[in-house]
């Protein structure tokens, strides 16, 4: 049996379709890892600025609140520490000088998004049926998916309502023009946070019933958003931070498959480094 390396924990950052594959490591962090099949092997990290790797006994794996994957009795388990930033290469090496099996790491510097979640009713009574109560389980679901995976944090900075002073209509619809309600909306964002969301009762985008649209820091977001809203939220939290859609269905699990509730959670090498580089 081939030596080989696997996750420890669920949603910690890991992507095991990565040829080596890869593992997200905080500066400053921790994540494990286990070699399977690698009796005899000595395992160690290049260059040596970015990471430190030690075996540990199981018993000193912590309760991390992540699914702990089912490990096989003889698996080595690896602590891997980030100690700067940049990519390494773990290597476990055979006697003769063979490189048995091998993992990529980026380490990722703690990064922190500042959110305002906007209740919006607008001059004619539309209004949104959400109700600010629900934003902090919005943000620990979004926190859920990416502190884990890309070490980036969400922060709640404020929830508010906001009355537009005109009528927007049935929906809320994005236009390329200077007067378009998507602009007439946006203006009225909190810049002092990264990342604004509008909760509006319709939107639509050209001619499409999207569910939401990002841009620039703005987010609109209909009551009609499926049901994992957080889930959702944390999609769109995925287009301010630079990732695309893809409608790959053999990659469904992704946080950025492009069809609301039909989409997981992970966030895979790519988009990590695009969110958080
Ligand atoms: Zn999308």
């Given at each position: ?7 420890v ?8 379709d990565?040829?080596?594959k ?14 399977r099949?690698g009796?005899?092997?000595?395992v160690?990290?290049?260059p ?15 309760t ?6 089912p490990?096989?009795a ?17 290597k476990?090496?055979a006697?003769?000088?063979a490189?048995?099996?091998q ?10 998004v500042s959110?305002?979640?906007?209740f919006?009713n607008?001059?004619?009574?539309h ?8 934003a902090v389980s919005?943000?620990?679901?979004m ?7 890309a070490?980036i ?6 929830t ?23 602009n ?25 019933d ?6 620039t820091g ?28 893809h ?7 992704h946080?950025?498959?492009g ?5 997981g959670?992970?966030?895979p090498?790519?988009d ?6």
């Open positions: 049996m081939a030596a080989e390396f696997h996750k924990f669920n949603m910690e950052g890991f992507d095991k990565q040829s080596p890869w593992q997200m490591v905080p500066v400053n962090g921790t994540r494990y890892i286990a070699l099949n009796a005899g092997l000595t160690r990290s290049e040596a600025n970015v990471l430190t790797i030690s075996e540990i006994p199981r018993s000193q794996l912590p991390t609140g992540r699914h702990l994957m490990l096989q003889t698996d080595r388990i690896f602590k891997l520490v980030g100690t700067g930033k940049g990519h390494a290469l773990v476990a090496i006697a003769n000088g490189v048995a099996a993992l990529q790491v980026d380490t990722k510097h703690r990064k922190t959110v305002t979640f906007n919006v607008d001059s004619a009574g209004h949104t049926r959400r109700s600010p109560t629900a919005w943000v620990r679901d926190n859920w998916i990416y502190n884990g995976q070490n944090f969400i922060h709640l900075r404020t508010r309502s906001l009355a537009v002073p005109t009528d927007l209509g049935e929906e809320v619809t994005w236009s390329a023009g200077v007067n378009s309600e998507w007439q909306l946006t203006a009225l964002r909190d810049p002092a946070a990264d990342m604004n969301y509008f909760l509006v009762w319709e939107y639509q985008q050209d001619a499409d999207t569910d939401a649209g990002t841009l703005n987010c609109i977001f209909e009551d009609n958003a499926g049901h994992a809203i957080g889930v959702t939220m944390a999609h769109e939290m995925g287009h301010h931070l630079g990732a695309d859609d409608y790959d269905a053999a990659r469904r699990i946080l950025m498959h069809i609301t509730d039909a989409r959670e992970h966030l090498m790519e990590v480094n695009v969110m958080n580089p």
